[in-house]
């Protein structure tokens, strides 16, 4: 099987694997309990807390473990909300292209009286600095963008975005779940107030993550209880996840330089061949983006019937975000750029990781040609399209 899927999981390293396991078996005390098997237990986690924190330039007082990416969002979005109206700020700003975690809290939070401002993107899916200064308003509390997109890997320009919410004396949040293994973060550089990771997008375990919270933003625990997390997130700690995830954020900072570049080498070979293919759109393709991913529209299929012959010949990949598909809605990321519903429908998005090989690559330029054409050659819609009942839009 050949996984193109690193965007919506990554497996689990060995080295990470290896230190749950360890943590499972010698450091399974209570980190709030004082006897000696509770104390290893806190050692462990704050050695943890203290890796993550070099990792991002912060202080390890900064760091919170949450249960994933979703949970950090959620908790950054409320915290900076509930903050900003006690001081009557109740506008948040955001963008049209951030993942369901951030976009579905801006909903809830709307119907609990916040006003949310969602700036759009270019055709190329980078937010412009300006348009998100330009919505910041006197009752503005929090700006939120994400740091690279999840369907179509583009980078934001966060660290100039930071610089202008600070100036406006906004928070600044970022959900850097995509980041992590790809971009060297730095809060102090990216002037980011709040900071979302997700353990298992970079070859750590599922069900952690943290939440980056500088000094001074008060965090409000959406989960009350113990004093765990210095009270802003109540519950025994899963050590042996936070512990693997805590490995698996160094390794990868220690791989970054050499592994985004063998990546980008394949993404960028991978690209070259799917491009030649006629009406075919590279989302994204123009910005800056994380060196694994690549999103590709062809125009007259289904990105869901591709995703399914894909997977009978042994390559798995996605038509977008893991929680769109198996829903009939195009991606909110591809309509974003603009592209009609048509055409971000017929999306494939391929994202390559740590197993991937220049042999994969090679199989899936044989592979996904082969099924393009076969579903174009029972498509209705392409039957029309090059009969010239119906222009091309791409
Ligand atoms: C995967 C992902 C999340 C959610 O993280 P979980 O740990 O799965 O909850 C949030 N934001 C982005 C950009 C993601 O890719």
Known sequence: MIYADHAATTKISHAAKEEMMRVMEESWGNPSSLHTPGQLAKEVLEEARRKIAACLNAAPSEIYFTSGGSEADNQALRSAAYWGAKKGKRHLVSTAIEHHAILHTLDQLKE??????????DQNGVVSVEDICRAIRPDTALVSVMYANNEIGTIQPIAEIGRCCREHGVLFHTDAVQAAAHLAIDVERDAVDLLSLSGHK????????????????????????GAQERSKRAGTENLPAIAGMAVALEDAAAKMPQETKRLAALRDKLEAGLSKLPHTRINGGKAPRLSGTLNVCFEGIEGESLLLLLDDRGIAASSGSACTSGSLDPSHVLLALGLPHEVAHGSLRLSLGAETTEEDVDIMLQEIPKVVSYLRSISPVWEELESGARPHLI
């Open 202 to 225: 970079f070859y750590g375990p599922r069900g952690v993550g943290v939440l980056y919270a500088r000094r001074g933003v008060p965090l409000r625990p959406l989960i009350a209880g």
């Open 112 to 121: 609990e009286g916040f006003e949310v401002t969602l700036v759009g993107v």
